[in-house]
Antibody
Framework: EVQLVESGGGLVQPGGSLRLSCAAS????????MSWVRQAPGKGLEWVAN????????YYADSVKGRFTISRDNTKNSLNLQMNSLRAEDTAVYYC?????????WGQGTTVTVSS | EIVLTQSPATLSVSPGERVTLSCRAS??????LAWYQQKPGQTPRFLIY???TRASGIPARFSGSGSGTEFTLTISSLQSEDFAVYYC?????????FGQGTKLEIK
């Protein structure tokens, strides 16, 4: 079964850092762009970052540009999101998702709470 | 950035009814539009891609149409499990964007 499993969420103070990971299984990871999408409590979906199949290109939402870095390790079938200078407005469930005509496979999400 | 505007924000409907949800783009996204369903506490579910193609395992009562800037998602006969929030999303231009969602409520 195609699966994405996120980890790394938690409580962090404003200005702090957190690294999210996503483990992919049961599909050819190197054939797909991958993304992170987030959802703040009670709010809609926001596409955060996107990375090309070979990791050569990255795209970021303006809201996270310069603070977040998306990366992937194709030898380990894993996707990462390094989040620095975190703000209260970054509090959300973060989803890892596979890019195929939109987002066809989603992980279960990991919760990030930024609060003092 | 392409803005997607969904209407209405909330729709109260009865089981068995036919419903049409709208998604309007601020500029053309060709047919590069997807629809998702999200129930409370659950991960979004991929419903429709390329504006009109049902994803694997999606019941035939769900259909999508449109191109350019105007899109619709139609549910031909609402089932109890269809009450949820529906999002459209364009993948024609980065940054990819979502609409704000339409919530289907039981009347």
């Amino acid at each position: 079964e195609v699966q994405l499993v996120e980890s790394g969420g938690g409580l962090v103070q404003p200005g702090g850092s957190l690294r999210l990971s996503c483990a992919a299984s049961a599909f050819t990871f190197t054939s797909f762009r991958m993304s992170w999408v987030r959802q703040a409590p009670g709010k809609g979906l926001e596409w955060v970052a996107n990375i090309k199949e070979d990791g050569s290109e990255e795209y970021y939402a303006d809201s996270v540009k310069g603070r977040f870095t998306i990366s992937r390790d194709n030898t380990k079938n894993s996707l990462n999101l390094q989040m620095n200078s975190l703000r209260a407005e970054d509090t959300a469930v973060y989803y890892c998702a596979r890019v195929w005509n939109g987002l066809d496979v989603w992980g279960q999400g990991t919760t990030v709470t930024v609060s003092s | 950035e392409i803005v997607l505007t969904q209407s209405p924000a909330t729709l109260s409907v009865s089981p068995g009814e036919r419903v049409t949800l709208s998604c309007r783009a601020s500029q053309s996204v060709s047919s590069n539009l997807a629809w998702y369903q999200q129930k409370p506490g659950q991960t979004p579910r991929f419903l429709i891609y390329n504006a009109a193609t049902r994803a694997s395992g999606i019941p035939a009562r769900f259909s999508g149409s449109g191109s350019g800037t105007e899109f619709t998602l139609t549910i031909s006969s609402l089932q109890s499990e269809d009450f949820a929030v529906y999002y459209c999303q364009q993948y024609n231009n980065w940054p990819y964007t979502f609409g704000q969602g339409t919530k289907l409520e039981i009347k």
